[in-house]
């Protein structure tokens, strides 16, 4: 595969980085006299910095003009990063940084430990689940939201941090101090979801994604699986090289991937998968909504354009853009739209920020057709079929996500302002839980009696829980503690099995699967549907 161009391209990862130089280009002509419109900007700026009626330190007056510039141009892609900013960036992309390795949220008032990764400083100093962090390095963490105590926590791989906390069933504050070191976030989680049907949830594109899809993809193949679930949803995407040699795992070598196209020209280019597939005939199905952005949709758009696989959920974001790094004084970065995407069709699928662009709803899960815009361009995939232009990605078949009764959102309803409060409560009756019963093991089932278990602690914690909703809700109240539990005693995957179940987008998935050994009967059989309800998931 021939690798270019990015989306993000910092210089840690040995991206290419164009760099512009310093100052304005003085001319006559072309769009009006610049040398005059750079001489009332500059009037402009040090008359403001004289006589403002508040004062205004001149630099700042500097980052709001170049805020100001960048807004005009319409695009939220393209933006300033100040060197924290190109800090979350770096992270985002590779998947590394610095820090103890625990998950956290604010719940009652303090930041929580929510989950410890494994092989990490957290998980090595005995960091539990359910731990209150009372106190960093001698200040209180009261109040603090996840952002401010993330901002605290992560720094240099060595350095050290000192922490009070608080345990259940430990009456005084414990102090640990934890030795920062370099912490991995794993971008994607794969399984078996039953015989046969591999399931692979990839959350962001960065550095080396498309080498841990194709892994998890030989490691499902060898426990079984015959069709393969693709999950982008929420995934925003990230590198332009990682969402084509993601598509290039199930692409036959020299097929066409994306194109880019700039007033640029060293940055027009056609990308090409070239590399043999994992298994060309295996049957995806790529699962996509409204959060699936940018290397996400490129992915979706290719295996779509070529029939490679059945896209299934709802419209995606519509982020055709490219985006270029650029360098600048101070540690400060430019990130700027510099080209456009095109799927292997000729289409972009860019959303306009002005309201003329369109979504087109193909087909919902009922089989009533929904509706689509006359202006909607039309597009062929490789064997003819009709895939439209604008609006992101608009999957073969729409498949909404709620799957919640009338009685389970009359329950959430009723515990109204308490319902932030009803989930601390399920998280801390689920970690009390665990340390009275270390024998569960990844497949617990929620029983009746738990289920009555967290009903007198939710009466105790002070939330009033009507019986007859509650009793109603069993199903989605199951699902809730299930998905605690497996987050405070075992591990991620086990986590995500938990929230897959009455996960209606991936049990359509596996139920066409189940129904279609091959991606043109995944086509026949989404072509087909009129509609029944389809069954989500086991409870557990």
Not at 213 to 228: N, S
Not at 413 to 422: D, I, P, S
């Amino acid at each position: 595969m021939q690798i270019k161009k990015s989306f993000w391209k910092p210089a840690v990862i040995g991206l290419l980085i164009a760099v512009i130089s310093g100052g304005w280009l003085l001319q006559q002509g072309g769009h009006g006299n610049v040398y005059q419109q750079s001489r009332i900007f500059q009037d402009v700026l040090r008359t403001v910095s004289d006589r403002y009626v508040e004062d205004i330190d001149p630099a700042e007056l500097y980052d709001l003009a170049i805020d100001g510039l960048l807004e005009q141009l319409g695009d939220p892609h393209s933006t300033l990063l100040r060197p924290e900013d190109y800090s979350e960036l770096r992270l985002s992309t590779t998947g590394n940084y610095g820090g103890l390795g625990i998950r956290i949220d604010q719940k009652d008032d303090w930041i929580t430990v929510v989950q410890t990764l494994p092989n990490t400083p957290a998980e090595r100093v005995g960091l539990m689940p359910g731990d209150r962090l009372i106190e960093v390095n001698g200040e209180s963490m009261r109040g603090w939201n996840a952002d401010k105590a993330v901002g605290v926590l992560r720094g240099p791989k060595g350095s050290a941090v000192d922490l009070k906390i608080m345990r259940i069933g430990v009456s005084k504050p414990i102090p640990v101090r934890i030795v920062r070191d370099e912490v991995h976030v794993a971008y994607v989680t794969a399984f078996m979801y039953e015989p046969h049907i591999g399931y692979i949830r990839h959350q962001q594109f960065s550095a080396h994604s498309a080498d841990e899809i194709r892994a998890a993809i030989e490691v499902l193949e060898e426990q079984g699986m015959t069709g393969l679930i693709l999950d982008l949803r929420g995934n925003p995407g990230g590198l332009l090289e990682e969402g084509v040699a993601a598509s290039d795992i199930f692409l036959k070598s020299g097929t066409e991937v994306v194109e880019t196209r700039s007033r640029v020209p060293d940055q027009n280019d056609v990308f090409l998968a070239e590399h043999r597939p994992v298994n060309p005939d295996l049957p995806v199905v790529v699962l996509v909504d409204g959060f699936s952005a940018s290397a996400s949709e490129i992915v979706a758009g290719a295996l779509q354009d070529h029939d490679r696989a059945l896209v299934v959920g709802t419209p995606t974001y519509g982020k055709g853009s490219v985006q270029t790094l650029y360098p600048l004084a101070g540690g400060n970065y430019l990130k700027l739209t510099t080209a456009k995407w095109y799927t292997p069709s000729g289409r972009s699928i860019h959303r306009e920020t002005d309201g003329q662009s369109h979504v087109l709803v193909m087909r919902d899960v009922s089989g009533a057709p929904g509706e689509m815009s006359a202006s909607a361009e039309v597009f062929y995939t490789d064997s003819g079929r009709e895939v439209f232009g604008g609006g992101g990605i608009n999957p073969d078949l729409i498949v909404r996500s709620d799957t919640t009764t009338a009685v389970e959102r009359e329950f959430r309803t009723a515990l109204g302002e308490k319902l932030g409060a009803y989930y601390d409560a399920v998280f801390r009756f689920a970690v009390a839980y665990s340390k009275t019963h270390p024998e569960l093991k990844p497949d617990f089932q929620i029983t009746a009696a738990k289920l009555g278990e967290l009903y007198a602690w939710l009466e105790d914690s002070g939330i009033e829980v009507d019986r007859e909703l509650y009793d109603g809700s069993r199903r989605l109240i199951q699902r809730e503690l299930g998905i605690q539990l497996a987050t405070v005693v075992f591990d991620e995957k086990t986590a995500l099995r938990r929230r897959l179940v009455l996960d209606r987008q991936v049990g359509t998935a596996a139920e066409l699967l189940r129904e279609g050994g091959s991606v043109a009967q995944l086509f026949a059989l989404a072509d087909t549907r009129q509609g029944d309800e389809l069954p989500v998931a086991r409870e557990q």
